[in-house]
């Protein structure tokens, strides 16, 4: 049997597991019954959030986490309507002020402990439209992006070998439009979560503490920092300051990572949104520009609990409503027209990793969209 049909198998078994599962869970959470409003999709293994180094040969008080300090996950929030090569750059990025240490000779930085790509069925801003992908596409949309996170993590060895217990990414999905809500629903999961590994008294084992570091793209950053997404800007600033705060002054101890865009000159006078830059493929590079548009998010860069990262020049242009727009138009697969060069044809795919690319057109999504 080829590689080719061996991949397109293992694709299938895995989309086909969570389309068995998904349906179940998604209903579980939209009528409420979820408390908190967390439901775990899939875990590479049972002892997720915690690495699988943790557990060799079953439950015991061996920990590669220090207990000096928290247990960091990376969270991956997006809409996933389609995961793009702009989502997988951030899913594989490492802690933006993490050290490096040298073992064996080479130069290692630190990353995170685990990772989770996060789905919403509630977004302050988003609703699902005709043509879009539904929750249950999407999340097996996420399933395959696993993959590919997990066959790009240093930690996990040539994408062959590759054991996903090691690179711990799991996908939840969550009934909570807001970031503030978010990171208190997932910290109250993922604690009482982490407190069933312990074995009962007196064996019980002192376990981290979660800490949530947020992957967003700039869009998402305007609206956290945006005071009409609160009912008052003193309202935003207090709960700004209670999702970013140390856990020593009351806080939940989040960070917030936000991939960066390179700042093209404008040929007008007044500044244009975020947003708004992202559409028309303006790009940020400097955090002054960051801060002239967003004057609220400029305590937290300056405490360091908001940051920018590279995720590369071509990746922090890809978006999902590109490839939604481009197929809506033009169907999966035409010939590319001059003013469409960008975005038309088959180039889509060229922003999406190949399997994505794959379930795309075996599903034919988005080609009612107009």
């Not at 699988?52 to 920990?63: I, L, N, Q, R």
């Not at 801003?125 to 395959?144: F, I, N, V």
């Amino acid at each position: 049997m080829s590689s080719q049909n061996l991949d397109n198998d293992t694709s299938i078994a895995m989309t086909s597991a969570i389309r068995a599962t998904a349906s179940a869970l998604l209903h579980r959470l939209q009528q409420g019954l979820s408390h908190p409003p967390v439901e775990l999709v899939y875990t590479p293994h049972q002892h997720w959030p915690l690495p699988h180094s943790t557990f060799p040969s079953g439950f015991d008080s061996t920990s590669s986490i220090p207990l000096s300090r928290p247990l960091r996950i990376s969270v991956l929030d997006s809409s996933f309507n389609p995961p793009t090569l702009a989502h997988l750059a951030l899913g594989n990025s490492r802690p933006p002020h993490s050290s490096t240490h040298h073992s064996e000779g080479q130069e290692r930085k630190e990353d995170y402990d685990a990772r989770l790509l996060l789905l919403s069925v509630r977004n302050a801003d988003k609703s699902l439209k005709p043509g879009d992908a539904t929750y249950t596409q999407r999340l097996e949309m996420m399933r395959l992006l696993v993959e590919d996170v997990r066959s790009s993590s240093p930690q996990s060895g040539s994408p062959s070998k590759a054991d996903p217990r090691n690179s711990n990414v799991a996908i939840a999905i969550i009934d909570e439009p807001t970031f503030v809500g978010k990171s208190k629903h997932l910290l109250s999961f993922l604690k009482t979560r982490l407190a069933s590994f312990s074995p009962p008294p007196p064996n019980t084992i002192p376990l981290p503490t979660p800490q949530l570091t947020f992957l967003v793209g700039l869009d998402t950053l305007e609206r956290l920092f945006s005071p009409r997404y609160y009912s008052s800007e003193t309202s935003m600033l207090i709960s700004l300051r209670k999702f970013l705060s140390p856990e020593e002054k009351g806080g939940d101890n989040s960070y917030v990572v936000c991939a960066r865009r390179v700042l093209a000159p404008s040929s007008t006078a007044s500044t244009p949104s975020l947003s708004e830059n992202a559409a028309i493929g303006n790009k940020y590079t400097e955090e002054k520009e960051l801060r002239s548009i967003l004057p609220s998010a400029g305590e937290f860069l300056d405490s360091g609990r908001v940051a920018l990262i590279n995720i590369g020049e071509k990746e922090s242009t890809y978006s999902s409503s590109a490839v939604r727009g481009a197929i809506g138009r033009l169907g999966l697969s035409s010939e590319t027209t001059e003013e469409d060069t960008h975005v038309s044809g088959e180039v889509w795919k060229s922003f999406v990793p190949r399997n994505i690319a794959e379930y795309i057109t075996k599903e034919r999504l988005y080609i009612s969209e107009v």
